[in-house]
């Protein structure tokens, strides 16, 4: 088993600093959906006490929050980006711009991590950033150019095989030579209509005319749907430059995004946006309107 020291912090957000990447494993998919087991022993486990977790409670004392609010340290997570709550609400998924998705357990649920370690360490991940449950308890991660399910993630987790399917495979959430390290950190969420909603960001900061036709056949720059089976595939939105945030209206259902705007014009020139989608086929003006 692996120890390593603290890299990041879940608090009521996310932080982290950067460390050392561990050695690629072979992706084991194909074995894992046959129920095989792969031979993988060690899980990454993160120490959850020590100097940086002392670092950080310290400095959550300095800061002034409203009446009836709350922050305190809940994990060390390194790399924490997107989350995702387990039905039973004993683990946490957590995803990452690196190649770790990781597990936080609270087993006796007193609102403090009592163990941190990499999910399904069998599996290699390429930019595993977006986690997202089903109601009915499957999890998804979608990753740079791939959507991976797990449908008992919550029961296999303390296991390094877990039982794990293609959504999407590797390749066909978006065409190969689109591949970029910017813009690919995938968020999803469940709509109340019953089907996986992702986004998918165009990996520049402002993209040449012609690369327009590909991503709005694509959705790149957009956002796309399909069923939880992985048919039905569409582009739902178009116009968005690099959405990492999306959920729907618990009451109208809705779905509200965030949209990260054009870089280099100033701090707040276009200002970032925060959208809501009435109805699918709709355009968000990227890339000739922002804000």
Known sequence: MKRLSAGAAILALTSGMTMAQTPAVPDNLEKLSNFQSTGTTDFTVIEQGGEYAEGIKATLEKITLPDGFKIELYAIVPDARH??????????????????????????????????????PS?????????????????????????????????????????????????????????????????????????IYISLGQPFNVPAPEKMEKYNKHGIGGMIRMNTDGTGREVYTRGIRNSVGHDFHPETGELWFTDNQVDGMGDEIP????????????WYGFPYYGG
Request: some cysteine; hydrophobic content about 40%.
């Open 271 to 282: 200002p970032g946006e925060l959208n809501r989608i009435p109805a699918a086929g709709m």
């Open 123 to 195: 599996l290699t991940f390429t930019i595993p950033n977006g986690p997202c449950f089903s109601d009915d308890g499957f999890l998804y991660i979608a990753e740079q150019n791939r959507v991976l399910l797990f449908p008992a993630a919550e029961f296999f987790y303390e296991s390094p095989d877990v039982a794990a399917f293609n959504l999407v495979a590797q390749g066909d959430l978006i065409p190969e030579d689109e591949e970029s390290f910017n813009h690919t950190a995938r968020v999803c969420k469940i709509g109340p209509d019953g089907m």
């Open 83 to 120: 989350m995702a709550v387990g039905p039973q609400g004993i683990v946490t998924f957590v995803g990452t711009r690196k190649d770790k998705v990781w597990a936080v357990t609270d087993r006796n649920k007193d609102r403090k991590a009592d163990e941190v370690k990499d999910f399904a």
